[in-house]
């Protein structure tokens, strides 16, 4: 069982940043990758980001390419995502996930947990 925990949304103006945090408690931190997803009010969850389990691998999204990063503390159990520029077209309930291995996807399919999300909320 591992347990995800977000943290670190807000209001904030566009073009603002934020950043989000995501503890995990459970199976051993440094074994698995991580995601991070987001889901408008009325649209599909959409898939952000993800890093490997070292964090030597990142992957993201067309839509936050270049404004986000994620970045992960092995030794915190703790995965960031730090987003920048940010858009009205931005918010949503952003979920961090846990990938089914070392490295993993962009499929939902490719993850086994998730956390219960946190409101990011950009004005314009």
């Known amino acids: 069982q591992v347990q995800l925990v977000e943290s670190g949304g807000g209001l904030v103006q566009a073009g603002g940043s934020l950043r989000l945090s995501c503890a995990a408690s459970?199976?051993?931190?440094?074994?698995?990758?991580l995601g991070w997803f987001r889901q408008a009010p009325g649209k599909e969850r959409e898939f952000v980001g993800y890093?490997?389990?070292?964090?030597?691998?990142?992957y993201y999204a067309d839509s936050v390419k270049g404004r986000f990063t994620i970045s992960r503390d092995n030794a915190k159990n703790t995965v960031y995502l730090q987003m920048n520029s940010l858009k009205p077209e931005d918010t949503a309930v952003y979920y961090c996930?846990?990938?089914?291995?070392?490295?993993?996807?962009?499929?939902?399919?490719?993850?086994?947990?998730w956390g219960q999300g946190t409101q990011v909320t950009v004005s314009s």
């Open positions: 890093i490997s389990w070292s964090g030597g691998s990142t």
């Open positions: 996930a846990k990938g089914r291995g070392l490295i993993t996807g962009a499929k939902d399919r490719d993850y086994d947990y």
């Open positions: 459970g199976r051993t931190f440094s074994t698995y990758a």
